[in-house]
């Protein structure tokens, strides 16, 4: 079966890591109720700044950062727009989504939809 896959990256100041722990626990359980398959998070653990182009070049990492890695999966990109229509017009996530009140620079935040190539 070919899944979905929205994946996030995002810098993260380290004193910030409780607060957007605390945030994406809330929006997964969001994600989640409305239909997407898995959500998950991760933070850096073994991500070095490469010499053409890393997960830490890629953000603009600050020496008081860390790069958070996260994806959603769907059915299908028709699943991944319609659960996101519901998530959006949640009221929990607009709540969440004052860009003065997140816990990263949404600025240098990337993302994107992918189908998948491969599933073992």
């Not at 933070?43 to 990492?61: C, E, R």
């Not at 709540?95 to 816990?103: G, I, R, T, Y």
């Amino acid at each position: 079966m070919s899944r979905y896959v929205d994946g996030f990256v995002v810098p993260v100041p380290a004193r910030s890591v409780d607060a957007y722990r605390k945030m994406a626990r809330k929006a997964g359980k969001i994600w989640r109720e409305h239909g997407a398959l898995e959500y998950t998070e991760c933070i850096a653990d073994d991500v070095k700044p490469g010499k053409h182009t890393s997960f830490p070049q890629s953000v603009k990492l600050k020496p008081e950062e860390v790069v958070v890695f996260s994806w959603i999966t769907y059915k299908s990109r028709k699943h991944r727009d319609s659960v996101n229509a519901k998530v959006m017009s949640d009221p929990r996530l607009a709540s969440m989504m004052d860009p003065k009140a997140l816990p990263f620079d949404g600025k240098r935040m990337f993302w994107g939809g992918f189908k998948t190539l491969i599933e073992l």
